[in-house]
């Protein structure tokens, strides 16, 4: 396979027709290249439910059952395609990412007290914070059980120190909770930590399952890092801006629980002593609606408007890590998916 030097343009080829109308049909359509294997994919998580005990079975299967929009076996997939021919393996990969980043979400949901997930009601809203917490170790420790089954150690070893990345990035975040002192800075760091290096593990792996060259494999790594921290951004601003009824999710719970995320972190970086304060106040008293049209209006073009264009930069730069490399379909259908993200982020615009 040939490399090619001059940049990819912003639309993809015929392969995979940039779509128009609503992201979530831009995601679709960037997701019928590789939808078989996405329905492998959805086969093997549902059968992961049969490996538990008989007296847990039923709390996996409702854990693993809301079908999320999979955005990481997603990139593994395209990653898998764009570097070599998509296999067992890669097929492998998307399944333990995707049971990791479930087992964060059961434990997101604790730490939030969050009470709807994808539509229905969450597990600890269910049955209780201390059953959450052990299911959710449980699925993480099936998970790495399941990255022990690859002949190369190597992929073992990425998706442990990947989980281990999202663990610490979850433990200073919750450490730093209502921190004034939080930078810009800090928050990247924890969201490259804790969602960033999933993505990161998904996209680099499958170009190693692949075999392809370290300078490809380092390529999609900085590809899959930029994603997932863009990812986390929008998530980030969807919890200030979105709509609980089309996300079906509880949203205000980093508010609630004293995150402050990046629309907070820029407004209070150029914010007056006064404004400071009153963010405080309403911080302090849940007042999320008052906090967030704060941040709409704050500075020239809101906080979140800004948040939004930091994302979309964040996507573009991956975007570019991907000039350079193998040109081929699942290449492009990779850069379309940064397109269908940045749509995303164009929805949230105030």
Same mark, same amino acid.
């Given at each position: 396979m040939?490399?090619?030097?001059?940049?990819?343009?912003?639309?993809?080829?015929?392969a995979?027709? %940039?779509a128009?109308?609503s992201?979530?049909?831009?995601?679709?359509e960037?997701?019928?290249?590789?939808?078989?294997?996405?329905?492998?994919?959805?086969v #093997?998580i549902a059968?992961?439910?049969?490996?538990?005990?008989?007296?847990?079975?039923g709390?996996?299967?409702? $854990?693993?059952?809301?079908?999320? @929009? %999979?955005l990481?076996?997603?990139?593994?997939?395209? $990653?898998g395609?764009?570097t070599?021919?998509?296999?067992?393996?890669?097929?492998?990969?998307?399944?333990?990412?995707?049971?990791?980043h479930?087992?964060?979400?059961?434990?997101?949901?604790?730490?939030? +007290?969050?009470?709807?997930?994808?539509?229905q009601?969450?597990?600890?809203a269910?049955?209780?914070?201390?059953?959450?917490?052990?299911?959710?170790d449980c699925?993480f420790a099936?998970?790495?059980?399941?990255s022990?089954?690859?002949?190369?150690?190597e992929?073992?070893?990425?998706?442990a120190?990947?989980?281990?990345?999202i663990?610490?990035?979850?433990?200073?975040?919750?450490?730093?909770?209502?921190d004034l002192t939080?930078q810009?800075?800090?928050?990247?760091?924890?969201?490259?930590? @804790?969602?960033?290096?999933?993505? !990161?593990a998904?996209?680099?792996?499958a170009?190693?399952i692949?075999?392809? /060259?370290?300078?490809?494999?380092?390529a999609? @790594?900085?590809?899959g890092?930029r994603?997932?921290?863009?990812?986390?951004?929008?998530d /980030?601003?969807v919890?200030l !801006?979105?709509? +609980?009824?089309t996300?079906? @999710?509880?949203?205000?719970t /980093?508010l609630?629980?004293?995150?402050?995320?990046?629309?907070?972190l820029i407004f209070?970086?150029?914010a007056s002593?006064?404004?400071?304060e %009153?963010?405080?106040?309403?911080?302090?008293?849940e007042?999320?609606?008052?906090?967030?049209?704060?941040l709409?209006?704050?500075?020239?073009?809101?906080?979140?408007?800004?948040s939004?264009?930091?994302?979309s930069?964040?996507?573009?730069?991956?975007?570019s890590?991907?000039?350079?490399?193998?040109?081929? #379909?699942y290449?492009?259908?990779?850069?379309?998916?940064g397109?269908a993200?940045?749509?995303?982020f164009?929805?949230?615009?105030?």
């Open positions: 040939e490399l090619f030097a001059s940049p990819r343009p912003s639309t993809t080829g015929p995979v027709a %940039r128009s109308g992201p979530a049909r831009s995601l679709a960037v997701a019928k290249l590789v939808q078989p294997h996405l329905e492998e994919v959805e #093997r059968q992961q439910a049969a490996a538990f005990d008989p007296d847990i079975e709390y996996v299967t409702y $854990a693993i059952g809301g079908c999320g @929009k %999979r990481r076996p997603l990139v593994a997939l395209l $990653a395609g764009a070599g021919e998509i296999n067992s393996r890669h097929v492998d990969l998307a399944v333990i990412v995707e049971l990791i479930i087992a964060t979400l059961v434990h997101d949901d604790v730490l939030d +007290e969050a009470e709807r997930r994808r539509g009601p969450t597990l600890n269910r049955w209780g914070n201390s059953l959450s917490v052990l299911l959710g699925l099936h998970a790495l059980n399941l022990t089954s690859f002949e190369n150690a992929v073992s070893r990425a998706i120190r990947a989980a281990r990345e663990c610490s990035g979850e433990m200073i975040q919750t450490q730093r909770r209502f939080l810009v800075e800090d928050y990247l760091r924890i969201v490259q930590k @804790k969602t960033g290096s999933l993505f !990161a998904a996209a680099e792996l170009a190693l692949s075999e392809a /060259d370290s300078s490809v494999i380092e999609f @790594k900085n590809f890092i994603v997932g921290t863009a990812y986390q951004i929008y /980030d601003c919890d !801006a979105g709509s +609980e009824r996300t079906g @999710k509880t949203l205000g /980093d609630r629980k004293g995150k402050f995320t990046l629309p907070v209070l970086r150029s002593d006064f404004e400071r %009153r963010c405080c106040r309403l911080v302090l008293e007042r999320i609606e008052e906090m967030t049209e704060l709409r209006i704050a500075t020239t073009n809101g906080a979140i408007n800004e939004i264009a930091a994302g930069d964040l996507i573009r730069e991956a975007q890590t991907l000039d350079g490399v193998f040109s081929n #379909r290449a492009d259908a990779l850069f379309s998916l397109d993200l940045c749509e995303m164009d929805q949230l615009r105030v």
